[in-house]
C-alpha cells in the first residue's frame, strides 16, 4: 500500500512534534497497554512500569517523569523537595509565553522543568536534581538555572555529593539572553562545588542538548548516561542542514559518545540505583 | 534603529573583524597556535599582545574578511578545539599573570558531525567552568554578532562590552522565528523579542559598556582597556573572582 507520508519531512522529537512519554506518563494509569516508541510492541503498562519503563522487547528506555524517576531511585520516603514553589515569569514579555507556561504547567502538572532536594540513596545523603522532560522537554529558562545554581550552593554548603539526571532540548529561547546566562550562572556554582573537593554525578538521558549538554551537562566528576540517550551540543537536523548530509546511524547515542570518550559508561536503568550508592560508597569521606 | 537592523549591520560585509581589533587596539600581537590536544582552529586568532604596554593575552572569535579568508576561517564558527586553544592561552595568561581580552564575533559554534565527535558541548562547558576562577582579570568585547553558547564559551568575564551594532542573543532571529512559529518571515519580529541589542542588553544588565562606533573607537577601546585593566589588576584575586561569580549569579534570578 501506498504510504502517503513516506516523503514528508521525519519528524524530530527535539522540536516538540511527538509529545514525549504522554502515552507513558504516569498521571495516565488507567491505560492497560502502551505502545513501544521503539520496537512498536504492545506492552501491558503495569508490566512496563515493573521494568521501570524500559521495553522488555527492545531495551528502549523510554522517557519517564521526573518524579517517577525519583521515586524509582532514591531511598523509600527520603526525598525533601527545595524551591519547590518557584515558577516562571514572562520576563522579557516573549509574545505567547505567558500562555504557554500556562499550558505546560497545566500539562505537565509541574512548576518548571526541573525538581531539585536532598535525598538518601543506599543510606547517604545527596544533593539531586532531575529535570523534568514533560516541561517543555526540559529547556532551560531562568528558574531551571536558578534552582540548580541553589541546590549546587546548598550542596557546597553542606559538603554534599551532587548527582544530576539530565534532559533537555536546550536553552529556552523565551527567556532570551538570561537563559543562555544561567549556563555561565550554574557552571559557576557547578565549579565552587567540585573546587570544594565534592562529587558530582551527571546522568545523561534523552534527549540532552544545547545549552544544558554545554554547561552542567558535561561538567560531572563522572559522567554517565542512559542507554541510546541522544546527547549532544546542537540537535541531529541542524547538523544535517548545516553539512547537508544524512547523518550515521548511532551518530550522538551514548554508546557513541562512550567510544568517543565523553562518558564513562553506559549504565542501563535497572542498575542506576546499585550503580550510584557505589559511587557514593567510594567516595565517602572519613570525617563525615 | 530596529533591532533587525543592528543584526544586519552586525553581520555586514566589511565590518572590522577580529584581527582589526587586535591589529589596532594592541600592539605587537604574535599568534600561537594549536590546542596541543587534536589541532589549530582557524576560526579562534590567539595570541600575546601589548595593551598600552602592558602584555595581554588576547583571543578573537574571526569570521575573515574575504570569501577565502572567511572559507579558511569556517566564518568563525569553532570548533572543540578552538576552545580548547583558548582555554591553553587563558592558563597560560593566569600562569604569568597577565590579563585576558577576547573579541566575539560568531554566529555560534560550529554545528558540524566533527564538532560534536570531539565535543562541541564539553569544550564550551569546560571554558565556562574554568573562566569562572581564571585567576586573572577578563573583559570579553563583542564586535559582531554574538551567537549563544559559542560567544558565552569566550564571555565568562569579569566585564562584557559591546559595540553599538553588536548583538548577543540565545538564538538567532532566523532560528527563533523558524522553531518556535515555524515561520522564517518573522525574523523582524524574532529580533526585537529576543533584545539582543546593545541597547537592550545594557538594560537588561548582561553588559557592562556599550561604545559608539566611530573613528575614535580603536582609540577609546584601547585606553578604556587600559584604565578597567589597570583597576583590576589592583583586585585582591579573591575579591576579583567573587565579583565574576556575582557578576552571573544575580541574573534572571526570581523576584
Not at chain 1, 536532598?118 to 545523603?125: D, F, N, Q, V
Request: hydrophobic fraction near 40%; include cysteine.
Amino acid at each position: 500500500m501506498l504510504n502517503k507520508s513516506l516523503f514528508k519531512r521525519p519528524k524530530n522529537t527535539l522540536e516538540g512534534y511527538e509529545r514525549p512519554s504522554k502515552s507513558v506518563s504516569p498521571h495516565v494509569p488507567d491505560e492497560m497497554y502502551l505502545s513501544c516508541p521503539g520496537c512498536k510492541a504492545m506492552l501491558p503498562s503495569d508490566e512496563l512500569a515493573e521494568k521501570l519503563y524500559v521495553c522488555p522487547r527492545c531495551g528502549r528506555h523510554l522517557r519517564i517523569g521526573a518524579r517517577q524517576r525519583i521515586a524509582l531511585l532514591v531511598d523509600r520516603d527520603s526525598f525533601r523537595e527545595m524551591d519547590a514553589e518557584m515558577a516562571s515569569r514572562n520576563i522579557i514579555d516573549f509574545p505567547g509565553y505567558t500562555k504557554k507556561l500556562a499550558n505546560t504547567v497545566l500539562d505537565s502538572q509541574e512548576k518548571e522543568a526541573v525538581i531539585t532536594g536532598e535525598a538518601m540513596l543506599g543510606g547517604r545523603p545527596v544533593a539531586l536534581f532531575v529535570m523534568e522532560p514533560n516541561f517543555m522537554i526540559g529547556s532551560m529558562g531562568t528558574v531551571v538555572g536558578e534552582k540548580i545554581t541553589r541546590l549546587f550552593e546548598y550542596a557546597t554548603q553542606k559538603s554534599l555529593p551532587v548527582i544530576g539526571f539530565t534532559v533537555s532540548g536546550g536553552a529556552r529561547m523565551q527567556e532570551g539572553i538570561l537563559s543562555l546566562m544561567q549556563m555561565a550562572k550554574t557552571s559557576g556554582a557547578v565549579k565552587r562545588h567540585s573546587d570544594a573537593g565534592n562529587l558530582y554525578i551527571v546522568v545523561l538521558t534523552d534527549p540532552t542538548t544545547g545549552g544544558v549538554t554545554a554547561s552542567f551537562g558535561m561538567e560531572g566528576d563522572i559522567q554517565i548516561a542512559e542507554p541510546g540517550a541522544l546527547i549532544g551540543f546542537a540537535g541531529p537536523r541542524v547538523i544535517e542542514q548545516t553539512i547537508r548530509q544524512k547523518l550515521p546511524a548511532g551518530f550522538q547515542r551514548a554508546e557513541f559518545l562512550l567510544e568517543k570518550g565523553f562518558l564513562d559508561a553506559v549504565v542501563p536503568r535497572r542498575y542506576h540505583r546499585k550503580y550510584l550508592s557505589r559511587l557514593l560508597a567510594l567516595h565517602e569521606r572519613g570525617d563525615a | 534603529m530596529e533591532a533587525i537592523e543592528r543584526v544586519r549591520a552586525a553581520r555586514a560585509k566589511g565590518r572590522p573583524t577580529a584581527v582589526d581589533f587586535i591589529r589596532n587596539v594592541t600592539e605587537e600581537f604574535m599568534e600561537m597556535h594549536g590546542d596541543r590536544r587534536f589541532g589549530d582552529d582557524r576560526a579562534v586568532v590567539a595570541g600575546i599582545s601589548r595593551l598600552a604596554g602592558r602584555p595581554v593575552t588576547v583571543i578573537g572569535l574571526e569570521r575573515g574578511s574575504d570569501t577565502k579568508e572567511r572559507v579558511m576561517r569556517n566564518f568563525g564558527c569553532a570548533h572543540p578545539e578552538g576552545y580548547r586553544k583558548a582555554l591553553r592561552l587563558m592558563k597560560q595568561a593566569e600562569k604569568f599573570h597577565r590579563p585576558v581580552l577576547c573579541f566575539v564575533d560568531t554566529s555560534g559554534a560550529y554545528c558540524g558531525l566533527e564538532a560534536e565527535e570531539r565535543g562541541e558541548a564539553q569544550a564550551i562547558a569546560e571554558n565556562l567552568m574554568e573562566m569562572m576562577t581564571l585567576k586573572t582579570p577578563i573583559i570579553s568585547v563583542f564586535i559582531g554578532e554574538g551567537g549563544s553558547g559559542g560567544a558565552l564559551g569566550l564571555a565568562v568575564a569579569d566585564q562584557v562590552w559591546m559595540l553599538e551594532n553588536a548583538v548577543y542573543s540565545v538564538v538567532s532571529p532566523e532560528g527563533c522565528a523558524s522553531i518556535l512559529w515555524k515561520d522564517s518571515s518573522r525574523t523582524k519580529e524574532a529580533a526585537q523579542f529576543l533584545k539582543m541589542t546593545a541597547e537592550d542588553l545594557l538594560e537588561l544588565g548582561v553588559v557592562e559598556r556599550v561604545f559608539p562606533e566611530t573613528e575614535e573607537t580603536y582609540q577609546q577601546l584601547k585606553e578604556e582597556l587600559a584604565a578597567a585593566f589597570e583597576q583590576s589588576m589592583q583586585l585582591p584575586v579573591e575579591v576579583l573572582l567573587e565579583n565574576r561569580y556575582q557578576r552571573f549569579r544575580r541574573m534572571g534570578v526570581p523576584e
